[in-house]
């Protein structure tokens, strides 16, 4: 592992679902609670935004009543204690890598915890309910939606993504489908630009053919092990 200097980790649901998050894709997940063309598109929330406002509003009460688990712990301890670069990715709309401590972290698909609003584009920290269509604090527009982007939409900060996979010497895909791009592409990036690639995930996913490595178990067990080996704990 001495060659290692720059890392860039990419997390999804399945770091989150051991804390009581739902994934996605998963039987019961929350694609099959709703359809995704009508919760997570424009089109969908130009349709029926009430449903829209209300799906987001649930979600973002309930990962208040969340909490990071050792898999967020380790990712954050090893933010902590990595000197050389390291960007966890995160596709996650909830806060658990920051409330874990971690600091180095981008929401490549917004957050559940930021209201954006359409008329004056300011990002307004949001806790409460966006359903009862309240005016925006910066501009008092009635123009809020939820900070997070759909299909159709462009993912938030893949310039320095890119950046960051660019130099990367290590690119490690934790708790993802696979089924979703751009992040679903990155694997086959950094690996074309020389990066060693490892996926932890609790199935073989749709990228696994494209790791150098393909480790399956819990976040919550696989995690720790791989930040102890790397810190050589
Ligand atoms: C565990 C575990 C445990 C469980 N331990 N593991 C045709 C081909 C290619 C692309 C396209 C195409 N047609 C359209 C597109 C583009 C489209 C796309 O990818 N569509 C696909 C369906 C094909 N993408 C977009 O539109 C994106 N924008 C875009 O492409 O812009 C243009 C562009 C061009 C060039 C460069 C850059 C951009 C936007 C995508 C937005 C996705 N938004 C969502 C909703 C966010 C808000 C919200 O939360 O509601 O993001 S969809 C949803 O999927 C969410 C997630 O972040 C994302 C990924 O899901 P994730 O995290 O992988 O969850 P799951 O449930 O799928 O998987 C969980 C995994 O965890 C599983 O494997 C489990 O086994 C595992 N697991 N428990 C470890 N304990």
């Not at 424009?42 to 979600?59: K, Q």
């Not at 972290?105 to 930021?114: A, F, S």
Request: glycine share 8%; net charge negative.
């Amino acid at each position: 592992m001495a060659e290692i200097r720059n890392i860039v980790i990419l997390t999804g649901a399945g770091i989150s679902a051991e804390s009581g998050i739902d994934t996605f894709r998963a039987e019961g997940g929350l694609w099959e609670q709703h359809k995704v063309e009508d919760v997570a598109t424009p089109e969908g929330f130009a349709r029926d935004p009430d449903l829209v406002l209300r799906f987001y509003d649930m979600r973002r009460e309930a990962i208040q009543t969340k909490r990071p688990n050792p898999a967020h712990d380790a990712l954050a301890r090893l933010d902590e204690h990595w000197e050389g670069n390291l960007l966890i990715v995160t596709q996650n709309v909830d806060d658990l890598h920051e409330r874990a401590g971690a600091k180095r972290v981008l929401h490549m698909h917004g957050t559940h915890l930021n209201a954006w609003c359409t008329a004056c584009d300011a990002k307004n920290p949001w806790t409460g309910t966006l359903a009862d269509r309240p005016p925006c604090p910066a501009c008092g527009t009635n123009a809020l939606r939820p900070d997070v982007v759909w299909f159709g939409e462009m993912p938030y900060e893949m310039e320095r993504i890119y950046s960051a996979l660019r130099t990367a010497d290590l690119f490690v895909s934790i708790g993802t489908s696979g089924a979703v791009y751009p992040a679903a592409g990155f694997v086959r990036d950094a690996r074309s630009l020389g990066a060693r690639t490892l996926e932890l995930n609790l199935e073989r996913s749709q990228g696994s053919g494209w790791f150098d490595e393909s480790r399956q178990g819990r976040a919550s067990e696989l995690v720790p092990e791989w930040v102890d080996t790397l810190l050589d704990k």
